[in-house]
């Protein structure tokens, strides 16, 4: 009984760890890299929400992170925006890839103009996901596009630079990918803490 007394103590006390058995939520959407699902608490992309990918130059795999998601939604017929994307795309990179470019729009837009747009795409519902690349983006302005995403039932992604890492924000997600080591680190995560453990570059490259 004292034994038994001691273990409730110190779980009450936060200072046991106690292992759970890792279910899949039907909330979220497989990221198509095994190394990801599995270092994220619900299995995936948070569904309906927004999540952000911070990155320091572009060109060092960010895209890559969203192909395997991006390709089973245009496959199923599902329609993919981007909004204001820093360069066109390269088509034969996103073909082999398995996007069906049928199903892609790009849209060119500036500064809060991106924002707005970006926010009614999502609000439309007429989306599988909607990717932006906002260059001026506070709180406020993230948090619209967070609700937008629940309204719409659409997954959002942001792509913004490394140093707002620093900056608290409302996504359910942010992944940081880094290059020095190249590897990608899990910051903020809905549902549960985020792994101190970064996944390295060749896990989903």
């Known amino acids: 009984m004292t034994s038994a007394v001691a273990l409730t103590h110190l779980l009450d006390a936060r200072r046991l760890w106690r292992g759970q058995t890792r279910v899949v939520s039907p909330n979220t959407q497989p990221t198509g890299h095994a190394a990801l699902d599995a270092a994220l608490p619900g299995g995936g992309w948070p ?30 017929g599902e329609r993919v925006v981007l909004v204001a994307p820093p360069h066109v795309p ?5 073909l082999a890839a398995g996007v069906d470019l049928r199903q892609l729009i790009i849209i060119k837009a500036q500064g ?12 439309s519902g007429s989306c599988g996901a909607v990717l932006c690349w906002p260059q001026q983006a506070d709180d406020r302005a993230l948090r619209r596009l967070q609700v937008a995403a629940e309204t719409g039932q659409t997954l959002a992604f942001a792509y913004r630079p490394l140093r707002e890492a620093v900056n608290p924000s409302p996504a359910a997600l942010r992944l940081a990918v880094e290059v020095q080591p190249a590897q990608l680190r ?18 989903w490259h």
């Open 186 to 203: 899990v910051l903020k995560c809905r549902g549960g803490l985020a792994p101190a453990r970064p996944i390295p570059a060749a896990a």
């Open 112 to 123: 809060r103009d991106a924002l707005w747009t970006t926010e009614q795409c999502l609000r």
């Open 90 to 94: 390269y088509p034969h990179a996103w």
């Open 47 to 76: 569904e309906s929400a927004l999540s952000e990918i911070l990155f320091a130059t572009t060109g060092i795999g960010e895209l890559r992170l969203l192909w395997p998601t991006l390709a089973r939604l245009t496959v199923g």
